[in-house]
Nanobody
């Protein structure tokens, strides 16, 4: 079963940047359906970006459009989430996830079956 490990979280001031990485193992390549989620204390987990890596289809949640960017390093089997112009409301635990491809990638949490352990992002004002 594919394993995912996130890294790159930390504490930064508002307006700064962080780059998260999701390392993929026990799988021969970056899966077609990848996503980043986040969960702030006391809030439900939300999808930040849903990515069909093969088709190049991306869906960012509105609050991060223009500030967050996903990319991949296929040789290293890494998926990145570049987060710029961070805001305090971006704080939370960030998770990468992958799910099955059934002709289309899911854009809801229930469509993702493999999860990393998360990496904490804290943005102070």
């Amino acid at each position: 079963q594919v394993q995912l490990v996130e890294s790159g979280g930390g504490s930064v001031q508002a307006g700064r940047s962080l780059r998260l990485a999701c390392s993929i193992s026990r799988y021969p390549y970056i899966p077609n359906c990848m996503a980043w989620f986040r969960q702030a204390p006391g809030k439900e987990r939300e999808g930040v970006v849903f990515w069909s890596t093969g088709a190049g289809v991306l869906r960012y949640t509105d609050s991060v459009k223009g500030r967050f960017t996903v990319s991949q390093d296929t040789a290293k089997k890494l998926v990145y989430l570049q987060m710029d112009s961070l805001k305090p409301e971006d704080s939370g635990m960030y998770y990468c996830a992958t799910g099955p491809y059934d002709g289309v990638c899911a854009n809801v949490e229930s469509g993702y079956t493999n999860w990393g352990q998360g990496t904490q992002v804290t943005v102070s004002s």
